[in-house]
């Protein structure tokens, strides 16, 4: 357990100005194993670890809540439905996702991407929402 909330603990800290994953449209080439979850009052915590391989990508979606993320390695291509990238985030970045915001998540590197994702959401939400193509052509 102590591995789990240093994660937390350095997502947040390095991250609190600071996307996972969905199967959206739909997605290819991502897993993700749940390391950890708690609620608290009205908000569910989980933290999760997402691997993205090589060309693989999330599919769009978004989720209820905020994402703090932490690229563990690799290189993470975030768009907005609008098609714009809005980062390109290596190894050792961590990164924001907000509420509702649609988005997609893509490995163009030759790696695989780790992500470590701290989801911080309305009790009972679903880790993502699908939503669909926007029509950005990848």
Not at 48 to 53: A, G, P
Not at 56 to 66: E, K, L, P, R, S
Not at 86 to 114: C, M, W, Y
Not at 122 to 133: I, M, N, T, V, Y
Request: proline share 7%; net charge negative.
């Amino acid at each position: 357990m102590r591995k789990p909330i240093a994660v937390v603990t350095a997502a947040l800290a390095a991250a609190l100005v600071l996307p996972a994953t969905a199967s959206a449209t739909p997605g290819s080439g991502v897993t993700g194993t749940i390391l950890a979850q708690q609620t608290i009052g009205h908000t569910d915590y989980t933290l999760r670890e997402v691997t993205i391989q090589p060309g693989g990508y999330t599919g769009w979606h978004f989720h209820d809540g905020t994402l703090y993320a932490y690229v563990k390695s690799g290189t993470l291509t975030h768009n907005l439905a609008d098609c714009s990238i809005d980062g390109i985030f290596g190894t050792g970045r961590a990164f924001t996702e907000k509420p509702d915001q649609v988005h997609i998540g893509r490995n163009l590197g030759s790696t695989p991407l780790v992500l470590e994702v701290l989801y911080v959401l309305p009790a009972g939400s679903p880790l993502s929402e699908d939503a669909p193509d926007p029509g950005c052509g990848f």
